[in-house]
């Protein structure tokens, strides 16, 4: 066998053995996704995503959903206009939008702030919300969240990576994998897995196979 034919079987098997993520195509359009949001996946209540803020069905005020994927990067990689444009032509930005495993609840003060700011580390440890350890860099227009969000986050990025083809650069994919070994899955993340397969049919394969994540490959 000659070494480069070695090589291409080698680089078979490593995309076989790559988990690939499925859009779904279930859930039709956001404003259904914010329905199932709150009356089935978040039905009893839970805890903010970058601050840990716990709130009941009955009181959530202040909370809202945050795309940790932002839209604003979505619509330009689609090439379909401003958000609403892409809601009125774009189907495929319409299941993107309402992919379950791209939201979660977030105070609405940090969901403003972070606008579409990249994830990453900022010096300082300067703290602009409290106790919140959430901190923000707007020169460099990058977000440093607390560690015990860190690996949902970045599982939440590859899966759009994966299901949809969304961009990741490599120095934000490196990044997320570094948060992703440091912070692997819980069992309230392995829970919100299911939940969301049933309701949308679609599993995120770096909550199941947390070791496929090393192997992605970033622009």
């Not at 090589?7 to 259904?32: F, H, M, N």
């Not at 930005?93 to 940090?110: G, M």
């Given at each position: ?218 622009k």
């Amino acid at each position: 066998m000659t070494t480069r034919l070695f090589a291409v079987l080698l680089w078979i098997l490593w995309c076989v053995s790559l988990p690939v993520a499925a859009g779904q195509t279930r859930i039709k359009d956001y404003e259904e996704a914010r329905h199932l949001f709150w009356s089935e996946l978040y039905k009893k209540g839970g805890k903010t995503l970058y601050c840990g803020q716990p709130f009941s069905p009955r009181h959530r005020r202040g909370v809202n959903i945050e795309h940790v994927f932002p839209m604003s990067w979505a619509t330009r990689a689609l090439d379909c206009g401003r958000r609403k444009q892409c809601r009125e032509n774009d189907q495929r930005f319409n299941h993107l939008e309402a992919d379950l495993h791209n939201l979660y609840p977030a105070r609405k003060d940090i969901n403003d702030a972070r606008a579409s700011f990249r994830f990453g580390d900022v010096g300082g440890e300067r703290r602009d919300f409290g106790q919140c350890n959430f901190e923000i860099d707007e020169r460099r227009r990058v977000v440093e969240p607390r560690p015990v969000s860190r690996g949902e986050i970045a599982r939440s990025m590859f899966y759009m990576h994966t299901a949809y083809g969304m961009t990741i650069f490599t120095k934000l994919g490196r990044t997320l994998q570094r948060w992703h070994r440091e912070d692997p899955p819980s069992k309230h993340e392995q829970y919100r897995n299911d939940v969301i397969e049933r309701l949308q049919g679609t599993r995120n394969p770096f909550i199941d196979q947390p070791d496929s994540a090393g192997r992605l490959h970033f622009k």
